[in-house]
Nanobody, 123 residues
């Protein structure tokens, strides 16, 4: 079993900063890409930022220059540094990992999600 746990959400004023963390644990063979998604009320879940095992990074246009994603492959953790937060960044943020597990001699890769952490930016 694999578990992803996010932390670091909260309430912040516009222009402020927050740092989200995600920790993966369990029967992990390896982790491929990891990503942060967010979902605002009444909207679809959207990709915020992603990072491959090799460190290739992709950001949504709306967060470029303000958010920074990073990961520690040795610790199976990922962070999202969010600066210059805006009201429209308010959402539940989810950690996602494409994680390989091994059963016997079979390696499987599946998507795993954290439970989400609320980020609220006051205007």
């Amino acid at each position: 079993q694999v578990i992803l746990v996010e932390s670091g959400g909260g309430l912040v004023q516009a222009g402020g900063s927050l740092r989200l963390s995600c920790a993966a644990s369990g029967s992990i063979f390896s982790i491929n890409a990891m990503a942060w998604y967010r979902q605002a009320p009444g909207k679809q879940r959207e990709l915020v930022a992603s990072i491959t095992g090799g460190g290739r990074i992709n950001y949504a246009d709306s967060v470029k220059g303000r958010f920074t994603i990073s990961r520690d492959n040795g610790k199976n953790t990922m962070t999202l540094q969010m600066n210059s937060l805006r009201f429209e960044d308010t959402a539940v943020y989810y950690c996602n990992g494409k994680i390989r597990t091994i059963t016997g001699t079979t390696v499987s890769e599946n998507d795993y999600w954290g439970q989400g952490t609320q980020v609220t930016v006051s205007s």
